[in-house]
């Protein structure tokens, strides 16, 4: 299998699909999402690393018995990913949070395979708890290297004065002895090279640990199944670590890698006004339905469209809702656009749907995938009772 055969995949959504769709829709395609899939697969058989879904970035829990057919499991970040994992996954859980509510601890433990504390207070306070209600669980700590290449503060897990994770100081054979592995984020939707640059830094920090450990998890943010990703690099790095710590199993838990370029968000125009220029109104929300737009921030790729002023019209794409910053981009068409016309946002499924709202009251967009048969199935469709049940 060569790369370009991994990464190769095109689209299968056209007009008969697009406007037999609701609006606004996720669309997840079933076939890009296997493609995904097979390449994290790949990976893992190569490498003999465990790859885990991060349930933070991309939770298609309906869809769980496909992910599972490649996976060994999920990550979760407290108790109702935990359970979620759990319940509909059904295979590893492994779960880490800043710091587990008193209320929450039982629970957590009697529900995950590996439970990993972000500081020795946690670990202290908690471990003998969790190894009476759980004696099987693997309990680990995240450690801060205080290295990260992450290309946006807000995203850099090791900034200074960061929350996340154990600086190597403040870790003695107490805490050492106490832990099965460590575990360790560093990237943010990055290649190789950044992992590798880690690598160094982590061993030089916490090697003299390592003898005493039973895995090492290399976090998320590794951008494997985003075209021109090195992985056979990747691949030669894990195997590497490994002839040092043959005991080690590594786990690599990616979010993104998961839904990145899997899906849509279709969304329909509903008015144009004019003022000084043309301006599309939208039936969904950046501030609602793409936050992350607005928080990294970034501007979505819109199909068929191009930078304001190169294709012959353009538009101020702008969402639905009160907030005056509700606004895509301007984004230039090769025809007018009309009240109905439908507008695809490219790469929708990963930090969107875990953190949509329904801000100003605005519907949830549906969620749909296009099977590999090229059908629609129309997964989920929100509406009040949706919205109402969130506010009391």
């Not at 999920?74 to 800043?98: D, I, M």
């Not at 209600?133 to 897990?157: D, H, K, M």
Request: proline share 4%.
């Amino acid at each position: 299998m060569t790369q370009a055969q991994l990464f190769d995949t095109p689209s299968l959504i056209d007009d008969t699909l697009l406007n037999a769709l609701p609006s606004p829709c996720w669309v997840i395609e079933e076939h890009l999402l296997r493609k995904n899939l097979e390449i994290l697969k790949y990976v893992s058989n190569e490498s003999g690393a465990k790859i885990l879904l991060a349930l933070k970035a991309f939770a298609p829990w309906k869809k769980a018995d496909i992910i599972n057919e490649y996976l060994s499991g999920c990550c979760a970040s407290g108790l109702n990913e935990a359970k979620l994992a759990r319940e509909e996954f059904g295979k590893e859980v492994h779960t880490y949070s800043p710091a587990f509510k008193e209320s929450d601890i039982d629970q957590i433990a009697s529900l995950s395979d590996h439970l990993v504390f972000n500081s020795p207070s946690q670990l202290h306070r908690y471990h003998q708890r969790v190894k009476e209600i759980n004696p099987n669980i693997s309990i680990g700590l995240r450690v801060n290297p205080q290295y990260s290449e992450a290309p946006v503060e807000l995203y850099n897990p090791c900034a200074p004065h960061s929350r996340l994770g154990t600086l190597d100081k403040d870790i003695d054979f107490e805490v050492a002895t106490k832990i099965e592995g460590l575990h360790f984020h560093t990237l943010c939707e990055q290649d190789s090279d950044a992992l590798e640059n880690t690598l160094k830094v982590f061993t030089k920090k916490f090697g003299r640990w390592l003898p005493l450990m039973k895995w090492v998890n290399f976090g998320g943010g590794h951008h494997i199944t985003r075209d021109g990703y090195d992985i056979d690099r990747l691949i030669h790095i894990i195997k590497e670590f490994k002839k040092s710590y043959p005991q080690l199993q590594i786990y690599l838990e990616p979010g993104e890698a998961v839904g990145w370029q899997t899906g849509v968000l279709v969304a329909t125009v509903i008015d144009i006004v004019h003022n000084g220029i043309d301006i599309a109104i939208l039936d969904t929300s950046t501030e609602a339905h793409m936050p992350d737009t607005v928080i990294m921030p970034y501007k979505a790729t819109v199909r068929g469209a191009s930078k304001a002023g190169k294709k012959a019209y353009t538009y101020r794409l702008t969402g639905n809702t009160c907030l005056a910053g509700d606004i895509m981009g301007d984004y230039s068409f090769d025809k007018k656009l009309e009240i109905g016309s439908k507008i695809i946002f490219e790469d929708q499924m990963h930090y969107t749907i875990v953190k949509a709202t329904t801000f100003n009251g605005i519907n949830l967009p549906a969620i749909a995938m296009i099977t590999q048969e090229a059908d629609i199935e129309i997964i989920r469709m929100f509406g009040y009772e949706d919205f109402k049940s969130r506010l009391g």
